[in-house]
């Protein structure tokens, strides 16, 4: 594993004496998000007592990384298609027992998606180290289970396929559980988890939950393998799931497929290797290439125009 701690901290080059060349434009766009992230926090800590987040960590995820930014981009990626909920509208409509709501949800027709919101740290040294082993045993906390138990991730999305297929989540019953196509979708908040087969193993720890249900004898042969969605992913083609030129439950099952390309006759080892590969690639780079082949470059247009007078506030035309 690698951070590029340094790269991240300043991804700068100085070309010459006050001339600067932005190393990845990417990353600088990280830091000045997570400048402000630690910024705030500083300012909280300063605050009296009685003012103070005592877990402002918590309350940035709940409240800006779900509630904000993945609600704006469901909401506009799911706009006038299906049933489509948010957590806060399922916990306030529906009280649910003490069981953890969807953090999204939508259906249309017989497809059903369960969403998942994880914007979750790993410790900079399993991240930087080159332990992957170690690296795992902390995305498994994060993703699976933690220290004391509780569910995290790929178990609370098994736990609400569950709930749907036995009818127990009261915002939607109308389908027959034995027809319906489930998409399990974990939506992370940083890159890092976009690293080639990751993916794979939070599945494999989702289908353990999975044959665990089945013999229960619950109908799990329509629920697809779990996958993982980055929010910078969902941000960059939203409006082109908005306007409908790429449908998001399609996208999902093309990726499905694609993991899971079989060899043809006559297949050529070069090409066997790259089919290969293919079943460890992050849907993010299946989305990129599917829609650059199309002539969709992943640029939010609208979004775009509505920073660019905030960026060039105060400054010349």
């Known amino acids: 594993m690698a951070d590029f701690t340094s790269l991240r901290t300043t991804p700068l080059c100085e070309e010459s004496p006050g001339t600067f060349v932005l190393e990845y434009p990417v990353l600088v766009l990280e830091t000045l998000h997570k400048g402000l992230y630690f910024q705030f926090s500083a300012a909280n800590r300063t605050l009296p007592k009685g003012q103070r987040e005592t877990d402002w960590r918590s309350v940035y995820c709940d409240l800006f990384s779900e509630q904000y930014l993945m609600y704006l981009l469901l909401n506009a990626t799911f706009r006038g298609r299906g049933l489509a909920l948010s957590g806060k509208t399922i916990f306030e409509e529906w009280q649910l027992k003490g069981q953890s709501e969807p953090d999204y949800y939508f259906r249309h027709d017989n497809r059903a998606v ?184 992943g640029i939010p247009k609208e979004m775009l125009y509505q920073i660019l007078p905030i960026i060039n506030r105060g400054t010349e035309d």
Do not use: C
Request: proline share 5%; glycine share 4%; aromatic share 10%.
């Open 114 to 297: 369960l969403f998942e919101s994880k914007d979750v740290l790993v410790h900079k040294d399993a991240k930087a180290g080159h332990d992957f082993a170690t690296y795992l045993d902390e995305v498994k906390k994060k993703f699976y289970e933690d220290d004391e138990g509780h569910p995290k991730a790929a178990r609370q999305l098994a736990n609400n396929v569950e709930r749907l297929l036995r009818k127990q989540l009261p915002f939607d019953t109308d389908f027959d559980p034995a027809e319906l196509i489930i998409y399990p979708v974990l939506v992370v908040h940083d890159r890092l988890y976009n690293q080639p087969g990751l993916n794979v193993v939070v599945n494999d720890w989702f289908q353990e939950e999975l044959a665990k249900l089945a013999q229960q004898g619950l109908p799990v042969h329509h629920v697809r393998p779990l996958i993982i969605i980055d929010v910078d992913t969902l941000l960059a083609y939203h409006e082109d799931f908005r306007d409908g030129r790429l449908v998001f439950e399609d996208m999902l099952e093309e990726y499905v497929a694609y993991l899971h390309t079989p060899a043809w006759a006559g297949i050529s080892p070069a090409a066997d290797e790259q089919r290969q590969m293919q079943g460890v690639h992050p849907f993010a780079l299946f989305l990129e290439n599917y829609a650059e082949k199309r002539d969709m470059l």
